[in-house]
Each structure stands twice: as structure tokens, then as C-alpha cells.
């Protein structure tokens, strides 16, 4: 759970924001006055507008949107109302617009009893850890702004318009369009519909989809894209004989993708292979920022292109804003977001789907024949993953597992930036952290070695399995 209360004995207050936003169970812990003060705090860290709020399709987030719109109003501020629309496309729209800032009402992969509220600044960046304190101190102190002013909600309906001229511009347009891919989307329920598919048909491409109306349930395969839940994405792909696949999640700033074999790809070995195309064909050298949880395959193909990496911990905002300080052109998380600073330092699944196109079609002609999606991912180094998560009671609890793996065997190293990643030797890795979206502790896991990494598995989950037992 992310938000947490001030308990009435505690003079300690809680952290309201997780890793991406404020979240909970709508009208649960996401309820209507929490909502309310929440925006009044905002309104009163922005200080001036305008704002532009948008949402996602969980079926809370249009009543959601229109009360945090009102309250804004009420707190002296000017909105930009820009409807249903993918997170990316709201930040897109907070920068290139000026805008004071951006409110977008996403829980992204949260269950479908889940909504959130995800502020960002003038950048289009989700604000900084030091400013969602700044807002939490305002809502536990209920420091809000007075004032005697009306002011008004006006309607953007040209943002996703300007958003994907943006990103075509990016790209190699008429390259892409002389090799008339073949794409398979899963849109999941989830509000990429509205851009994506429309992007991707500019670019001379073939689009055929599935789970594309946009639906709060998300009946299809859920909110979030994992390598599991994939499996009619892959069919479809080898079916059709297209040339890949990509499935987004719930607000569409992750993406992952699928080769033309129909083989669904974790989301930093696709950040590798795109990583290793920009600072080899487009920006040469370009400093690379990522979570500590990386694939060792994007340190390689940095060393290979003379590039410099810097690890922060998890966490889009943790990226995001390490890019904007060191004014980086490439980011990512191994969880399918892709950060493509051209554009935005932000996750951008539809903007992800360009740049594999223009990878595609650039390394085709670079090798003068077809090109594959399952070539270039051949590049790479074998290397075994393993990704998993456990429910978790609470925080304590999870900091209790924590303890105990660092606590156990006789690893090579430690690095305790995010909870505690496990260096087994120099090729082999268990990493446990608490998550901070949802009540779970999450385990990742790298080896060159597929039978030592199953043992490394087999024997943290013991030690996970026994704390929560």
C-alpha cells in the first residue's frame, strides 16, 4: 500500500508518494477528502498555474480528474484539461507547453482497484523526491494557499497531435516507411490506444491489435505486460509473420516487446539493444542512467561504445530526474521504460515503439539485407534473468527480508543503494528490495549461468519464504 497516514499517536508523518506518485485502493486509502487535501497541497506548491491534468481508463479517473481540476480552480489555479490521454503525452504537454506543471491520475500498473495521482513539473518530469517531501509536509501541516480569485478550466485537444509530431521528428520517417513493418500491439485496456496504434500506421506500418478498447477492468491480461501474460501477443506475431510485437501498460509509458519468433523480451535486454544503436549511430558517447536492477548487458554494450553509466536507485523519478541533472539523452529500468531525452527524460512506451522501428529499419540498410528483431537481440550476451515478486505484509516486514539476505552466505559483494543487490561472483547477481508502489517484495536475479542462477533462486526464496511465513 502507498499511502500511509499520519497515525494519531505519531508525531512521525508517513510517506504519502511511493515510487511513482501517490497511489492506493480507490475509496479505500484513495479516498474523496484524502484527494481533495492531496490537490490542495499541490495547489499550493505550484503556487501559480496553468496545471494540465489528465487521466488514464480506470473507471475512478474521470470523477477523479474533474475533483482534483475543481480543486485547483479553488486554489487559485488556472487548468489545462487534456482528458484521457497516455501519461507520456501529459508530460510531453507540461514541457513543450510551458505549463507550470502536470497532474496525471494513473495508478499505470496497479490492479484495477488501484488510481493515483502523479504530479510533474515544468520539465515534465515527475517532481523530485525533495519536492514530494515539500508537498507532504504542506498536507500533514494543511498549509494550503487561500484565495479570493475564480479561476478557470480551459480543454487541450491538440496535445496527442503535437506529442506524435514531436516524436516524428525523431525518427527516420520515410526509411521506416520503405520497409513496411508488420506490428503486432496488445494494447492492454490501456489508454495507448489512443496514440500508438495512430503513431505507428504515420510510419507506413502494417498494425494489428489486440485488447484495444480502452477498459478499466483490464480483462485482457491486466494492466501491467509481463514476459507471462504475453502468450497471445506471441501467437499473434508468429501468425501474422510480422516483424515484432509490443505491449504497453495501463498509462503507456512502458512498453515490451516481442520478436518476430514470437519470444517476449524483459525490458532492459530491448533497452540494451537500443541503447547500443543510439550511442553507436546517433549519439556517440552519450552518458547512459539506470536503475541499480540493470541488466549487465547494458553495462557491456556501454563499454563496447565508450560510454559512461550512472546507477541510481529504482524508480522512474530516480532516473528521470538524474537525467534531467546531468542533462543525459538515455535512460532506463529493466521493466520496459525507455527514456529517450530528445523528447522527454520520461518513460515513453510510444515513443520506445519509434525507436525500435528506427533501429530496424537503419540496421537493415546499414547490412544491406533484412535485419531481424531476433538478430540484433542475438547480439547481446546469453545471459540468465529471473525476475519475482512476493506479498508482503508490510514495510517492516519487507526491511526484515532485506536484512536477512544480506545477512546470509559468503557473497563477493554487497551494494545497499536499493535494498541489497547480492554479487554472487562477477557475472552473477540476486538483488531483494521492497517495492514502492505496492505491498510486495520484489527479487531480480542475473547470471551467466542458468543452473547457478536457479540455485541462487531457489535458495533467496527460502530465506524470502521464511520471514513471511
Known sequence: ?????????????????????????????????????????????????????????????????????????AGGLDVIMAGQIPTPCLQFAAKAKKFRGGIMITASHNPPEYNGIKPCANDGVEISREDERKVEEIFYNRQFSKTDQTNKTFFDQNIVNEYMDKVLSLIDVEKIKSRSFKVVMDLGNGVQ??????????????????????????????????????????????????????????????????????????????????????????????????????????????????????????????????MIKRNALIGLEENGGFMYGKLNQVRDGAMTTGLVLDMLANSSAANKSTTHFSDIIGSLKKIAQFKTKFKCPSKEVAN????????HGSPKKIEKLDGAKIWIDDESWIMVRPSGTEPLVRMYGESISQTLLDSKVREYTRIIETVLQ
Open 1 to 73: 500500500m502507498t499511502i500511509k497516514i499520519r497515525e494519531k499517536e505519531s508525531n512521525v508523518q508517513r510517506r504519502l508518494f511511493g515510487t511513482n506518485g501517490v497511489r492506493g485502493i480507490y475509496g479505500r486509502e484513495l479516498t474523496l477528502p484524502f484527494v481533495i487535501d492531496l490537490t490542495y497541497s499541490l495547489a499550493t506548491y505550484f503556487n501559480t498555474g496553468p496545471i494540465v491534468v489528465g487521466f488514464d481508463g480506470r473507471n475512478s479517473s474521470p470523477l477523479l480528474s474533474n475533483i482534483v481540476s475543481a480543486v485547483l480552480n
Open 193 to 322: 490506444t489512443l496514440v500508438a496504434p495512430y503513431l505507428i500506421k504515420k510510419l507506413g506500418c502494417q498494425v494489428f491489435t489486440i485488447n484495444s478498447n480502452i477498459d478499466g477492468n483490464f480483462p485482457g491480461r491486466g494492466p501491467e505486460p509481463t514476459t507471462e501474460n504475453l502468450i497471445s501477443l506471441s501467437n499473434m506475431v508468429r501468425d501474422l509473420h510480422a516483424d515484432f510485437g509490443v505491449a504497453y501498460d495501463g498509462d503507456g509509458d512502458r512498453s515490451l516487446f516481442c520478436d518476430e519468433k514470437g519470444i517476449i523480451h524483459p525490458g532492459d535486454k530491448t533497452a540494451a539493444v537500443l541503447v547500443k544503436y543510439l550511442i553507436n549511430e546517433k549519439h556517440n558517447g552519450a552518458e547512459i542512467i539506470c536503475p541499480i536492477n540493470t541488466t549487465l548487458n547494458v553495462q557491456l554494450v556501454a563499454d563496447e561504445g565508450n560510454s559512461n553509466i550512472v546507477y541510481t536507485k529504482v524508480g522512474s523519478v530516480e532516473v528521470s530526474r538524474e
Open 400 to 407: 526484515k527480508v532485506v536484512t536477512k539476505c544480506l545477512e
